[in-house]
């Protein structure tokens, strides 16, 4: 936001309004970390808004090998990087072949495609578990993969439809011209020049994915290929009331997603706002 042409009670108003909005992202996650350092007895005794008397980090040690977040964090990861990589390079060919290329069964798909939007996880979930069991990969990490890029195209197609649109035909028309095929010119043309909806695109994807919990809770019975939110959910469980526990597998399933934005907080800003306009 530009202030420089603003009064100084203008600026003032815009600075304060700023930092209430700060603090009210901040402040929670400031409570959970206090909190993950209070033993279960220390936090139903003293005051919630109290730092802790004595701070006791055995909580993270107890929550890491009790959640089993080693393999898990492992998992969370490579589905979420696979997704994010296939949804983004499908999603924008997809687009580029819905925008340019004209056919007359384009309409028809890209309508089929846009209606995934509209699908609730809820709604499909049965007859999703029944097809993967059917194809036998239950229990497989291909049968994660498949329905989580499978439910983040719709929107990465309609996304990268949108913002194809707005790119010339009569570059496409020079890339042809020049003897380029319709993958050359998606590579070297159409692809570079979609970084903003394609930034925009892989952060849906990835907060969807890294935070899903009920279709790999129904998909996998292993522990061995389950994810973060499994194995928070743990201590919801006999472990509800052991507090320390539970939000200190709290914090250790939020640090990665913190560490995803504070590392790329500026191509996050940046495709944000430029897929939000030409989108």
Known sequence: MDVR????VSKTAIYFVMLLFAALAIYPIFWLVIQSF????????????????RWFAGNYPYAWKLGKFGILLLNSIFYSVVTVAVVVVLGLMAGFAF???????????HG?????ILLTLQSIMVPLFLMVNAVGLYNTRLGVLIPYIGLGLPM???????????????LIESARLDGLGYLRTFKNIIFPMCAPVAVTIAILTFTGT????????ILTSNDAIKSIPVGINRFSGSLASDYGKQFSALVIGLIPMLIFYVIFRKQITKGVAAGAVKG
């Not at 042409?5 to 100084?8: F, N, R, V």
């Not at 089929?112 to 995934?116: H, V």
């Not at 890294?210 to 809770?217: C, G, K, P, V």
């Open 5 to 8: 042409g603003a009064s100084p």
């Open 38 to 53: 209070k033993t279960t007895q220390e936090y139903l005794t003293s005051s919630k808004l109290a730092f802790p008397q």
């Open 99 to 109: 925008s340019k290329i004209k056919m007359k069964a384009t309409p028809v798909l």
């Open 112 to 116: 089929l495609f846009i209606i995934g």
């Open 156 to 170: 990465g197609v309609y996304l990268g439809t949108e913002f194809v649109k707005s790119i010339p035909d009569a």
């Open 210 to 217: 890294w935070n899903e919990f009920m279709l790999i809770n």
